[in-house]
């Protein structure tokens, strides 16, 4: 009878297959690299067959490794699944849920959202890794999440997408600056200010280039920050200007220390939502917290 493979060894094969590289590998299982070299060989000495290509530092699948992966990471699923299902099982509203979120979701969405959890919730186990949107995409691969309230990614098909809400990105500047009196930014006007932005890589960066390229605005001076509360308050002062939504700075715009005006070129929407692996069986914790990142949303003045 022929032997089952190794699930350790598919761990270690699905997390080189995704990066290429030994060393991140064994950081990412908190392994040595030498384990990880060792457990690649052990497998494909146990296949017959060489599943990576080693060129330099890099690792690259083979025609075999291509056709491993697939089932390798749905294997890993299916475990991953019923150990969920298993943890669940002892106690009502026992087991864990482990939730990505932006930085903007983890400041304006998830207290609320984490609060109605718990009380329907209380002996769950709860851990939230927050990044932006490409570290989110990396996280649920990687199977080191479970779901993430995160930006609808332009192509993305290994995941599924439950939409939450549309928000605008918007030009917000003091008072005192001169688009906020003449309450209009000219597609030419940008290529002379300072545009305090969110951090390069992230969909908002993206979303922002590609707007702009569409609609052939030169880009002037920018200044790249990992914190709505920095862009906001540099705003504020007349440093530049920021490009954040309104409901990011619902309460700077109420009082009045900072403005809202139009992208040049048209509006630029974006989608919230939360997303998970294509083809998984959400539980009963996560289908609830899906639920609850609904409600909240649903209250969100995003106009």
Same mark, same amino acid.
């Given at each position: 009878?022929?032997?089952?493979?190794?699930?350790?060894?598919?761990?270690?094969?699905?997390?080189?297959?995704?990066?290429?590289?030994?060393?991140?590998?064994?950081?990412?299982?908190?392994?040595?690299?030498?384990?990880?070299?060792?457990?690649?060989?052990?497998?494909?000495?146990?296949?017959?067959?060489?599943?990576?290509?080693?060129?330099?530092?890099?690792?690259?699948?083979?025609?075999?490794?291509?056709?491993?992966?697939?089932?390798?990471?749905?294997?890993?699923?299916?475990?991953?699944?019923?150990?969920?299902?298993?943890?669940?099982?002892?106690? /009502?509203?026992?087991?864990?849920?482990?939730? !990505?979120?932006?930085?903007?979701?983890?400041? +304006?969405?998830?207290?609320?959202?984490?609060?109605?959890?718990?009380?329907?919730?209380? %002996?769950?186990?709860?851990?939230?890794?927050?990044?932006?949107?490409?570290?989110?995409?990396?996280? =649920?691969?990687?199977?080191?999440?479970?779901?993430?309230?995160?930006?609808?990614?332009?192509?993305?098909?290994?995941?599924?997408?439950?939409?939450?809400?549309?928000?605008?990105?918007?030009?917000?500047?003091?008072?005192?600056?001169? /688009?906020?009196?003449?309450?209009?930014?000219?597609?030419?006007?940008?290529?002379?200010?300072?545009?305090?932005?969110?951090?390069?890589?992230?969909?908002?960066?993206? =979303?922002?280039?590609?707007?702009?390229?569409?609609?052939?605005?030169?880009?002037?001076?920018?200044? %790249?920050?990992?914190?709505?509360?920095?862009?906001?308050?540099?705003?504020?002062?007349?440093? !530049?200007?920021?490009?954040?939504?309104? /409901?990011?700075?619902?309460?700077?715009?109420?009082?009045?220390?900072?403005?809202?005006?139009?992208?040049?070129?048209?509006?630029?929407?974006?989608? /919230?939502?939360?997303? +998970?692996?294509?083809?998984?069986?959400?539980?009963?914790? %996560?289908?609830?917290?899906?639920?609850?990142?609904?409600?909240?949303?649903?209250?969100?003045?995003? !106009?």
């Amino acid at each position: 009878m022929t032997s089952t493979l190794d699930s350790r060894q598919l761990l270690a094969f699905a997390h080189l297959a995704r990066c290429g590289s030994f060393t991140q590998t064994a950081k990412n299982l908190h392994l040595t690299q030498s384990a990880i070299s060792h457990t690649i060989k052990a497998l494909e000495q146990d296949v017959g067959v060489s599943l990576f290509e080693r060129v330099g530092k890099r690792a690259f699948l083979t025609e075999a490794g291509e056709l491993l992966r697939p089932a390798a990471e749905k294997i890993l699923r299916e475990m991953h699944d019923t150990r969920a299902v298993l943890e669940q099982a002892g106690s /009502w509203g026992r087991g864990r849920l482990r939730v !990505g979120a932006s930085v903007t979701a983890c400041q +304006h969405l998830l207290p609320t959202v984490l609060r109605e959890f718990r009380q329907s919730f209380p %002996e769950c186990s709860l851990r939230l890794e927050p990044g932006d949107g490409p570290r989110m995409i990396e996280l =649920l691969n990687s199977n080191q999440i479970d779901l993430a309230l995160m930006l609808e990614p332009a192509r993305e098909s290994g995941l599924e997408f439950r939409a939450l809400f549309t928000d605008e990105l918007r030009i917000l500047v003091s008072p005192m600056h001169g /688009w906020a009196r003449s309450g209009r930014v000219g597609a030419e006007a940008i290529a002379r200010e300072t545009l305090i932005v969110y951090n390069k890589g992230s969909f908002t960066d993206s =979303l922002l280039s590609e707007h702009f390229r569409r609609y052939g605005v030169e880009w002037g001076r920018s200044m %790249e920050l990992g914190s709505m509360e920095a862009i906001k308050e540099l705003a504020k002062v007349g440093v !530049g200007a920021g490009v954040l939504a309104r /409901w990011v700075a619902r309460r700077e715009l109420d009082e009045g220390s900072l403005v809202s005006l139009a992208l040049p070129g048209g509006k630029l929407k974006r989608t /919230w939502g939360v997303g +998970h692996l294509r083809g998984r069986r959400l539980s009963l914790a %996560e289908e609830t917290f899906s639920g609850l990142c609904e409600a909240v949303a649903q209250s969100l003045e995003v !106009g």
